[in-house]
T-cell receptor, first 114, second 112 residues
């Protein structure tokens, strides 16, 4: 049981390049999330998906797109990377437990945009 | 006012003592509260969840919730050097919500 996996672990992009961050979970969770974490800013939600086929914006969606490919996979795409998108990106998944959603995180992708 | 506020620290506690971490939140309708531990360079790990007023104990960890004061805390008893990490408080927005709002985290150091 791998939990939540993310690829790649590290990535360096030049300004204007595009890339897709991949996330997969094997816990059969319905909900999946993408966060970014910057020093002193905590975790901020970019997009989330409550179920297969649905996606919604979070706090900081500008410059990103997402795809919920199936129940297991949720990808995050940067169409034209900017230095402000240098960050650590975490994917998470959750299922309803006792009326609440406990989120479990993947190992993260460290992205640098030069 | 930030939705979830924590003292960023660093908080320094001697080994064997009690570490006390605090968090306040602004949304009165919030129903679910979580504490995550994050080691440097690693991902957040869920260590405690609490949904009703009062205390919830799990091993050396105790979460305390006071909805009237909009305050949640985490106590770590018999602190160990391995408890040195950043602790993130997270709160759901609204009733039955799936989205979490995180505080900026408190960096805790346990001194041997």
């Amino acid at each position: 049981n791998a939990g939540v996996t993310q690829t790649p672990k590290f990535q360096v992009l030049k300004t204007g390049q595009s890339m897709t961050l991949q996330c997969a979970q094997d816990m059969n969770h319905n909900s999946m999330y993408w966060y970014r974490q910057d020093p002193g800013m905590g975790l901020r939600l970019i997009y989330y998906s409550a179920s297969e086929g649905t996606t919604d914006k979070g706090e900081v969606p500008n410059g990103y797109n997402v795809s919920r490919l199936n129940k297991r996979e949720f990808s995050l795409r940067l169409e034209s990377a900017a230095p402000s998108q240098t960050s650590v990106y975490f994917c998470a998944s959750s299922e309803k437990v006792r009326g609440s959603y406990e989120q479990y995180f993947g190992p993260g992708t460290r992205l640098t945009v030069t | 006012q930030k939705e979830v506020e924590q003292n960023s620290g660093p908080l320094s506690v001697p080994e064997g003592a009690i570490a006390s971490l605090n968090c306040t939140y602004s949304d009165r309708v919030s129903q679910s509260f979580f504490w995550y531990r994050q080691y440097s360079g690693k991902s957040p790990e869920l260590i405690m969840s609490i949904y009703s007023n009062g205390d919830k104990e799990d091993g050396r960890f105790t979460a305390q919730l006071n909805k009237a004061s909009q305050y949640v805390s985490l106590l770590i008893r018999d602190s160990q050097p391995s408890d040195s990490a950043t602790y993130l408080c997270a709160v759901t927005l609204g009733q039955g919500a799936q989205k979490l709002v995180f505080g900026q985290g408190t960096r805790l150091t346990i001194n041997p």
